[in-house]
């Protein structure tokens, strides 16, 4: 299956501790996309990374969220000290370039639960 | 992006198609109409796009009004496994806007 991967598939943490979500994109997709969606609601837009930069953050929380996609290795999504409210469904997405009518290939999605 | 304005659910018999209706009044030149969907517990999933032409694929067929002002997104022959939330989304290509917006969408149940 050459589709996103995401793991771990669900993910339980106490509040104040880190939460690590992991994304491997679609084998020769250089963007990767996180979104979020709280329970019963739809999905925003969080990050858009290409290899090793942030081009646009304008949907990640100002505190305790960070992203990054290194030369090597998988897109991480970081939430440092987590509360109840981060408790979400997180997905990430690809695409092989920037500007492309084509369609996003999603990850079937981090599920966490903050308790 | 430009918003986009869908039935909140619909219902339709096994085997019989499905026309999911999508209103963007407000779409401009360059955007794109998407269709995504999402299964129970999974990610979403790239259906359709098209820009003015009607478009067909292996999954579905999209039905774009000659004013864009709405687009029909049409599953032929359903199956239980159609049932989904299904998203219409207006995307602009324009260098560095990458976002997908998505709405409430449309809750598809198939009835068997």
């Known amino acids: 299956n050459a589709g996103v991967m995401q793991n771990p598939r669900h993910l339980v943490r106490r509040r104040g501790q880190e939460a690590r979500l992991r994304c491997s994109p679609v084998?020769?997709?250089?963007?990767v996309y996180w979104y979020r969606q709280l329970p019963e609601e739809g999905l925003k837009f969080m990050v858009y990374?290409?290899?090793?930069?942030?081009?646009?953050e304008s949907g990640m929380p100002k505190e305790r969220f960070s992203a990054e996609f290194p030369k090597e290795g998988p897109s991480i999504l970081r939430i440092q000290q987590v509360v109840r409210g981060d408790s979400a469904a997180y997905f990430c997405?690809?695409?092989?370039?920037?500007?492309?009518?084509?369609?996003?290939?999603f990850g079937s999605g981090t599920r966490l639960t903050v308790v | 992006d430009a918003k986009t304005t869908q039935p909140n659910s619909m219902e339709s018999n096994e085997e019989e198609p499905v026309h999911l209706p999508c209103n963007h009044s407000?779409?401009?030149?360059?955007?794109?109409i998407h269709w995504y969907r999402q299964l129970p517990s999974q990610g979403p999933e790239y259906v359709i796009h098209?820009?003015?032409s009607n478009v067909n694929n292996r999954m579905a067929s999209l039905a774009i009004a000659e004013d864009r002002k709405s687009s029909t997104l049409i599953l032929h022959r359903a199956t239980l496994r159609d049932a989904a939330v299904y998203y219409c989304?207006?995307?602009?290509?324009?260098?560095?806007?990458?976002?997908?917006?998505f709405g409430t969408g449309t809750r598809l149940t198939i009835i068997p």
């Open positions: 997405a690809s695409s092989p370039q920037q500007g492309t009518s084509y369609g996003y290939t």
């Open positions: 084998k020769g997709h250089s963007h």
């Open positions: 990374l290409q290899k090793e930069n942030i081009i646009d």
């Open positions: 407000t779409i401009s030149g360059t955007d794109y």
């Open positions: 098209g820009l003015t």
């Open positions: 989304i207006l995307r602009d290509v324009a260098f560095g806007n990458e976002k997908l917006t």
